[in-house]
């Protein structure tokens, strides 16, 4: 799922080609993609987009008469800046935003339908969209605490909470954390002063970095391809390879769709932490440490 820097090179990418123009039209292809009637699709035609912004993981775009085109991408669907009048076919391409100079397609691979676009008027409507995370680059040091200690939840958990911070998910989670040197299941309740500094400090050197990376390329051309798994991050998406600090293999934590990466020497003091289904399948034989993964490896 595309991230807050993701999405802010999205809207950096977006701004000198939408903003101050006018929005034709919107062709829509998807059948589950627009999730609001009222007011209908239609009362964009014409308007002018007024400015852009970022509700937690949407894409906001800001229009007259009050208007607001909300888009979230979800885990797949992705943006393409195309010559105007570009046509909406094919299986993947959900939705078409006409400009005089260009047109923004949609699309989603897979073939789940999870993106959605919503159309709301007045800020309060919008507001009631947003899942209500502290905006991290933003925060103060105490604002940032607070907001994740008010459930004792592991720092993985309450990072990718919406509720709790805007922006973050899987990805870009595991890079905070490394950056930070710190497990992702520790809990929220048992952190020192000096680790909630490192992580408030991580969590915002991280997402500047990759802002400022994906936005470098998105000067250059549009952002074609986001990904959540990048050659240059440090651990997320690189189980088996070596820590670019340490040298030790990134280990990870598989559940359902999605994985936590780490590195245990540099996060959890060389403890190989459980995999929910390895963890019961090995039992008393789980390594605990990188010398028994080695071992049992070996074997």
């Known amino acids: 799922m595309p991230e807050l820097p993701d999405i802010a090179a999205y809207l950096h990418a977006l701004a000198p080609r939408v903003v101050g123009k006018r929005l034709l039209q919107v062709r829509i292809q998807g059948p589950s993609l627009l999730r609001t009637a009222d007011p209908p699709i239609y009362k964009t035609e014409g308007k002018t987009v007024l400015a852009l912004r970022r509700v937690g993981k949407r894409i906001v775009f800001v229009l007259g008469d009050d208007l607001f085109l909300v888009l979230h991408l979800m885990i797949a669907g992705r943006l393409h800046w195309k010559p105007a009048g570009a046509k909406l076919g094919g299986r993947i391409n959900l939705a078409a935003f006409d400009f005089e100079d260009g047109t923004l397609l949609l699309t989603e691979a897979g073939t789940k339908r999870r993106a959605s ?34 459930e004792n ?68 051309k549009f952002p074609e391809k986001v990904t959540a798994f990048r050659p240059e991050m440090a651990v997320h998406g690189r189980f088996g390879k070596p820590c670019p600090r340490c040298g030790s293999p990134v280990q990870r934590i598989r559940y359902a769709d999605n994985e936590t990466n780490y590195c245990a020497t540099c996060q959890t003091e060389g403890r190989v932490l459980a995999d929910r289904s390895l963890s019961r399948l090995l039992g008393k034989d789980w390594p605990r440490t990188l010398d028994e993964l080695d071992a049992l490896k070996r074997r």
């Open 153 to 220: 939840r592991t720092l993985k958990r309450a990072l990718t909470d919406p509720r709790i911070v805007s922006g973050i998910g899987n990805a870009y989670s595991d890079e905070i954390l490394w950056t930070a040197r710190l497990s992702p299941i520790l809990q929220t309740g048992k952190l020192s002063d000096d680790e909630w500094q490192r992580l408030y400090e991580a969590t915002r050197t991280a997402l500047q970095q990759w802002i400022d990376r994906l936005q470098a390329e998105a000067e250059e």
């Open 117 to 150: 676009l919503h159309l709301v008027r007045g800020e309060a409507a919008l507001i009631e969209m947003d899942p209500g995370g502290i905006d991290v680059m933003n925060a103060t040091p105490e604002q940032f605490r607070t907001a994740l200690s008010v």
